[in-house]
């Protein structure tokens, strides 16, 4: 609760400022809803990023370096944690092809594409197919997105990619009753 | 609503607005042209696209311009990201420099102005009288300074009253001995004289004793009646009895106070019917009895004495006017202070009675004279139709 709290003081400040003393317009990412389903002992789920690499990112992307997007999912019964993995979706530019190598974690898949619009799509999207136990009834879903800090080879600091989504934390809460999914 | 002139606050608060603030805000804005200017400059760099357009010779040329695709992709990366990051950082640093110099500002002007709301009150309990007032020496040193010297004139003044308290009371003491000691004398003379006559009588002719007894028994008894009046004259202006007021008719009460005296004075009655006042009954008779006796004392027999009752709008009006000799410009600011009298006989706490009577029972009287014309006393009491 106080995390939130701090996230929400901190949130407006930052809106605050960049109203009123920059042009700076970053970007404001967040979740479609999930798209969950059930298929055996396994319950997948599926969602995607918006907004969150609008701006600032095609040259970031352009850069060669590989620039991952990490996603923490926890499931929760009230407040005990059930299960919770970590993915990450990485993506790099190969400047000599012109390409894009993309992989997804949650699906263990890994493209190459020269479209960017494809490589934001796979980059933005979220689908992992996680073991559940059906006796857990209804449980609350937790994902969570951030950018991780990234050394660049060119500039000695590392520089925390955050930045780009103002340090907002795009989250998505949901509750399913495995129950009737099943 | 009302609108106080702004103080040195106000002012202080204007400024720092005006030059901290603006002078960020400006700054700010120089900044973000110029990481606008560079951004701009970023979008037209577009190296790779045009290095893959041309067709390279050899392998070595090939792996030459990869690399120097990869090293300008990388670089125009770093500086987009860096680019946004000085953008985020210097708005965010901005908003907090301004919150908390602003906070900072607040707070040292409060404890700037602290002491002098604390000056301020204290001048203010002065004003009220209240010279037992001291201020806390604390703050910075200029404000010590000023403290200690108002703590300085706060006890001097404070001193200063009680000496002068100390010094009326002597002087209320020494003119009411004086005063007394004067009304009681003058009785006492003839007393002495009528028992002196009495004594030589006896000594030299006890068979006509009874010739002059009489005589200086009217005239002890008659002295001694002065004394008890002069008695109750001080008592009276001691002990004012809180006002019972009470709604009553003023020209029936006027009428039998003048019934005592009309066999003596010339008396001109214009008395308004149907009127009634507020005011104690008890004060009223004396305050109409002094007023008129005052009258009387400054008339010549046969002269004479005017008194008016009238209404205007919720106040009833009692006026009485003598031809007598007036009162001299000079004293007539004084006819109601206590002990002043001109006459030759009386006290000089008549009229200073009936104003502290006035004053109880919520009324006005004043006075108006010219010397060898006479004078008038008005009355204006709250009234009620009767």
Known sequence: MFEALTGKVFATVVSLSMFLFSSYSGNDPAFRAFNSRVGGNYLQLRTSLVGAFDNDFPDVFKSGTVIPVDFLLVIKKGNQVLTKSKFQNKVRFDPAKGVYEIYTAGMNRSITTESYAQMLAEISGFECSIPYNPQWGVVSVHLEATLPTVRFA????????????????????NNLDLRKTS | MNFTKPGIRTWLLAVYLVFSIGGLMVMNRVFQANQQQLKEAMEH????????????????????????????????????VSLSESRFYAALTLLIIIVVSSTVFFVVLTKLSKPLRELQSATEQIR????????????????????????????????????LLVAEKEMIWKDLSRILAHEIKNPLTPIQLAVQRLEERIATDPERVSMILNESLEIIKQEIENLRLLAQDFSSFAKISKAMRENFNPETSIREICRSYA????????????????????????????????AMDASQPGQAIKITLGRDKNYVIISIKDKGSGIESDDLSRVFEPYFSRKTKGTGLGLALVKKLCEANSAIVRVKSKTGEGSEFTLIIEGNKA
């Not at chain 2, 577009?46 to 010779?57: A, P, T, V, Y």
């Not at chain 2, 604390?138 to 200063?160: C, D, Q």
């Not at chain 2, 008396?267 to 009895?289: C, G, M, N, R, S």
């Open chain 2, 45 to 80: 760099l577009e190296l790779s696209e045009e290095l893959r357009q041309i067709k390279l010779d050899s392998s070595a040329d090939s792996l030459k311009a990869v690399q120097i695709m990869e090293d300008f992709n990388a670089a125009k990366g770093v500086v987009q």
């Open chain 1, 154 to 173: 060119q500039l000695k600091k590392p520089i925390d990619l955050m930045v780009l989504w103002k340090y907002h934390k795009p989250r998505i809460n």
């Open chain 2, 128 to 163: 009220h009288g209240n010279f037992n007032v001291h201020l806390p020496e604390t703050g910075i040193h200029e404000m010590k300074m000023l403290k200690n010297s108002f703590n300085v004139m706060s006890r001097e003044l404070e001193a200063v009253q009680k000496r």
């Open chain 2, 263 to 294: 066999a003596d004075y010339n008396l001109e009655l214009d008395l308004q019917p149907d009127l009634a006042v507020l005011f104690d009954k008890t004060h009223f008779y004396q305050v109409i009895t002094n007023i008129l006796q005052n």
